[in-house]
């Protein structure tokens, strides 16, 4: 006899739907590489003009490449991915702007503001599945 009442299956809800769940929510979870190791960090983001602005704590020769929220709720819940190079972000001027936006994170000496320009967004949301 199974545990679940209820069986789970995926899915994919890309396009518009994706990036406007990523928009609405913070934190996400960060994935990159330093010394051949896959490290994951909790990162602070925004969205607008189709870019992704994230602000990490990770060293900026470390080039993330890899955004994912995931959100549970009593109903089900989602998870958004973004899979893009990212580009540290070096203008003062827009540094300035970004950090204000996501402040209340301070990373010390490894404060990084990435910005990731998407090609695609990936969502997905676990449904019921009558068994």
Same mark, same amino acid.
């Given at each position: 006899? #199974?545990?679940f009442p209820f069986i789970l299956r995926v899915v994919d809800? #890309? *396009?518009?739907a994706a990036? /406007?769940?990523?928009?609405? #929510?913070?934190?996400?979870r960060l994935m990159c590489v330093q010394r051949d190791r896959t490290m994951v960090r909790r990162?602070?983001?925004?969205w607008g003009y189709d870019r992704l602005i994230v602000r990490a704590s990770v060293p900026a020769a470390t080039v993330p490449h890899h955004v994912e929220?995931?959100?549970?709720?009593?109903? *089900? $819940?989602w998870?958004?991915?973004?899979?893009?190079?990212a580009e540290v972000i070096t203008d003062p001027a827009d540094a300035t702007d970004y950090r204000r936006a996501l #402040? *209340? /994170? &301070? @990373? $010390? &000496? @490894?404060?990084?503001?990435?910005?990731?320009?998407?090609?695609?967004?990936?969502?997905? &949301?676990?449904? &019921?599945?009558?068994?």
């Open positions: 006899m #199974s545990t809800f #890309s *396009g518009a990036p /406007w769940l990523l928009e609405r #929510s913070t934190p996400a990162a602070r983001h925004v929220e995931i959100r549970t709720v009593p109903a *089900g $819940g998870t958004v991915t973004v899979a893009e190079p #402040s *209340g /994170w &301070r @990373h $010390g &000496r @490894h404060d990084t503001l990435l910005c990731l320009q998407p090609k695609t967004v990936t969502g997905f &949301r676990p449904t &019921r599945a009558e068994a």
